[in-house]
């Protein structure tokens, strides 16, 4: 062992350290369920509005899958309503990052998919009510 980590205490194991559980201690992590953070997930994903339509995301029904492993990451397929969409580059970087607001969450990964195609057969009756499709 160098001077430089004998003099920072490295490696020692000494009765301070003993008390202090410095050293020694164990860290518990407390682990959600991965079906505990799919609701708070879905309301995140609610916040992400259509920029053409007025609808958030979720209720408009371009949120394919969203897969949640024990490890708290997450992967969401996603598409748009159209495949010209102008803002086709930026909404999986809004998903993500509204996502990345929930606590528990780890990784989180968004792909664009376009099969299948939207339809408003995928949209929520509350979005259909809205936009005054029921």
Same mark, same amino acid.
């Given at each position: 062992?160098?001077?430089?980590?004998?003099? $920072?205490?490295?490696?020692?194991?000494?009765?301070?350290?003993?008390?202090?559980?410095?050293?020694?201690?164990?860290? $518990?992590?407390?682990?959600?369920? !991965? &079906? &505990?953070?799919?609701? !708070?997930?879905?309301?995140?994903?609610?916040?992400?509005?259509?920029?053409?339509?007025? +609808?958030?995301? %979720? /209720? *408009?029904?371009?949120? %394919?899958?969203?897969?949640?492993?024990?490890?708290?990451?997450?992967?969401?397929?996603? =598409?748009? =309503?159209?495949?010209?969409?102008?803002? $086709?580059?930026?909404?999986?970087?809004?998903?993500?990052?509204?996502?990345?607001?929930?606590?528990?969450?780890? *990784? +989180?990964?968004?792909? *664009?998919?376009? /099969?299948? !195609?939207?339809?408003?057969?995928?949209?929520?009756? &509350?979005?259909?009510?809205?936009?005054?499709?029921?």
């Amino acid at each position: 062992m160098n001077r430089l980590a004998r003099f $920072a205490g490295f490696g020692e194991h000494d009765e301070e350290s003993a008390s202090t559980g410095m050293l020694t201690q164990d860290v $518990a992590v407390e682990r959600m369920d !991965p &079906e &505990e953070l799919r609701e !708070p997930i879905i309301e995140a994903l609610r916040s992400v509005q259509d920029p053409e339509i007025p +609808i958030n995301i %979720y /209720d *408009l029904g371009l949120i %394919y899958r969203v897969d949640i492993s024990e490890s708290g990451d997450v992967a969401i397929d996603m =598409t748009l =309503t159209a495949p010209a969409c102008p803002v $086709a580059g930026m909404m999986p970087i809004m998903v993500k990052d509204a996502v990345s607001k929930v606590e528990g969450v780890g *990784l +989180i990964q968004v792909d *664009l998919v376009w /099969d299948p !195609p939207w339809s408003q057969a995928n949209m929520s009756d &509350e979005a259909r009510l809205q936009l005054g499709l029921m």
